[in-house]
């Protein structure tokens, strides 16, 4: 009777530890995964974090977005200078004349087709656009739609902004007058759209087919945006458009 009284003993102490074990393990397992999750959380933080400009944040004057989905009905304010008959904000024009400059270093001369647009004048591109494509032939839905990939609605155009210039190599100019993308068959436009951040403007919209879908806008070789060099230089080396980059600050 005593010995098995005490395997008895020695079972129910078996079972006993058994239990606890189990119980220890249940109240321990949650805390390991919430710190697991803290961990994963914290990395992508970190991760989607990594090498943004640290002092860049989407309030900056330079990074203003202007576009189908943040339209201005009013004008943007900005102290206004005039640089070969063409309007912009006073703070691009230096950057402005060291890119060009820099152009007509490598041999390239430059010239100067758009710059800052009132929202009257915007008005006027969009309108004229549509009746120009009304007059070859297209419906009206046809000619809005046509003239909505090119050209931003009034309020939704970043020219009001007077930090987007439309500049091109004087020869691709002279070979297509009403701006095309193939513009960008001339060395002069190549060159122009490889050294742009170095001045702190980016090529606004690029070719790709992620970056029509960011900007709602078909490529366009000639138009650059002022941003700032920091700036210029992370969304040109990431392959971003103005609208992810700012997604992304506006996440850390």
Same mark, same amino acid.
């Given at each position: /009777?005593?010995?098995?009284?005490?395997?008895?003993?020695?079972?129910?102490?078996?079972?006993?530890?058994?239990?606890?074990?189990?119980?220890?393990? !249940?109240?321990?397992?949650?805390?390991? =995964?919430?710190?697991?999750?803290?961990?994963?959380?914290?990395?992508?933080?970190? !991760?989607?974090?990594?090498?943004?400009? =640290?002092?860049?944040?989407?309030?900056?004057?330079?990074?203003?977005? @202007?576009? =189908?989905?943040?339209?201005?009905? !009013?004008?943007?304010?900005?102290?206004?200078?005039?640089?070969?008959?063409?309007? /912009?904000?006073?703070?691009?024009?230096?950057?402005?004349?060291?890119?060009?400059?820099?152009?007509?270093?490598?041999?390239?001369?430059?010239?100067?087709? !758009?710059?800052?647009?009132?929202?009257?004048?915007?008005?006027?591109?969009?309108?004229?656009?549509?009746?120009?494509?009304?007059?070859?032939? /297209?419906?009206?839905?046809?000619?809005?739609?046509?003239?909505?990939?090119?050209?931003?609605?009034?309020?939704?155009?970043?020219?009001?902004?007077?930090?987007?210039?439309?500049?091109?190599?004087?020869?691709? @100019?002279?070979?297509?007058?009403?701006? /095309?993308?193939?513009?960008?068959?001339? =060395?002069?436009?190549?060159?122009?759209?490889?050294?742009?951040?170095?001045?702190?403007?980016?090529?606004?919209?690029?070719?790709?087919?992620?970056?029509?879908?960011?900007?709602?806008?078909?490529?366009?070789?000639?138009?650059?945006?002022?941003?700032?060099?920091?700036?210029?230089?992370?969304?040109?080396?990431?392959?971003?458009?103005?609208?992810?980059?700012?997604?992304?600050?506006?996440?850390?």
């Amino acid at each position: /009777m005593v010995g098995r009284r005490q395997i008895w003993q020695k079972i129910t102490l078996i079972v006993i530890v058994i239990v606890v074990g189990i119980i220890i393990i !249940s109240f321990l397992q949650p805390t390991r =995964k919430k710190a697991q999750m803290q961990t994963t959380t914290t990395s992508k933080a970190v !991760s989607q974090d990594s090498g943004l400009p =640290k002092q860049a944040s989407v309030s900056d004057w330079q990074l203003i977005l @202007v576009n =189908k989905q943040h339209a201005r009905q !009013s004008e943007i304010p900005f102290t206004h200078v005039t640089v070969d008959d063409k309007q /912009m904000d006073k703070r691009i024009v230096a950057p402005l004349a060291a890119f060009r400059q820099a152009a007509q270093r490598a041999g390239y001369a430059t010239t100067l087709v !758009s710059a800052y647009r009132s929202i009257a004048y915007q008005t006027q591109v969009y309108d004229q656009s549509i009746a120009q494509h009304e007059a070859n032939g /297209m419906t009206h839905d046809q000619a809005v739609k046509l003239t909505q990939t090119v050209i931003q609605t009034p309020g939704s155009s970043e020219h009001q902004t007077g930090l987007a210039v439309d500049l091109a190599g004087t020869d691709a @100019v002279a070979k297509y007058p009403q701006l /095309m993308a193939q513009m960008d068959e001339f =060395k002069s436009q190549q060159w122009l759209i490889q050294h742009a951040p170095a001045y702190g403007f980016i090529l606004r919209y690029p070719s790709d087919k992620q970056a029509i879908s960011e900007t709602g806008i078909d490529y366009e070789s000639w138009h650059f945006r002022y941003v700032g060099i920091d700036n210029a230089q992370y969304i040109t080396k990431h392959h971003l458009t103005l609208e992810k980059y700012l997604s992304q600050l506006g996440q850390r």
